[in-house]
Nanobody, 131 residues
Framework: QLQLVESGGGLVQPGGSLRLSCATT?????????VGWFRQAPGKDREGIFC????????YSSDSVKGRFTFSRDNPKNTVYLQMNSLKPEDTGVYYC???????????????????????WGQGIQVTVSA
């Protein structure tokens, strides 16, 4: 059974940076699966913040993180990363990575209305941005 293991969260001051990692327990899956990063702030719905399609490699990032968060991957290490810079208190929340099948719409992959379903989810990791 494929599992996703997240790490790299924690407490950081506003303006600081963190890099989240999402490692898969099975090799080669990052070559074929689409990837999504989501977060859930206290009292709010889960939000899709970055998604990359396995269909054509296109990406989508939410306006809330655009220009501050970047995605990368290391396929030999079976790991994807979310580099988060210029962090704000409103970035506080639990962050999740997810893997899913092909989708013709990378934007749909980042929606939470059920239009796209991921196959695997990480356990979630806390990020707190506070002075």
């Amino acid at each position: 059974q494929l599992q996703l293991v997240e790490s790299g969260g924690g407490l950081v001051q506003p303006g600081g940076s963190l890099r989240l990692s999402c490692a898969t327990t099975s090799p080669f899956v990052l070559d074929v699966y689409a990837v999504g990063w989501f977060r859930q702030a206290p009292g709010k719905d889960r939000e899709g913040i970055f998604c990359i399609s396995s269909f054509d490699g296109s990406t989508y990032s939410s306006d809330s993180v655009k220009g501050r968060f970047t995605f990368s991957r290391d396929n030999p290490k079976n790991t994807v990363y979310l580099q988060m810079n210029s962090l704000k208190p409103e970035d506080t929340g639990v962050y999740y990575c997810a893997l899913g099948g092909p989708s013709p719409s990378v934007q749909a992959m980042c929606q939470t209305d059920g239009s796209y379903e991921y196959d695997y989810w990480g356990q979630g990791i806390q990020v707190t941005v506070s002075a």
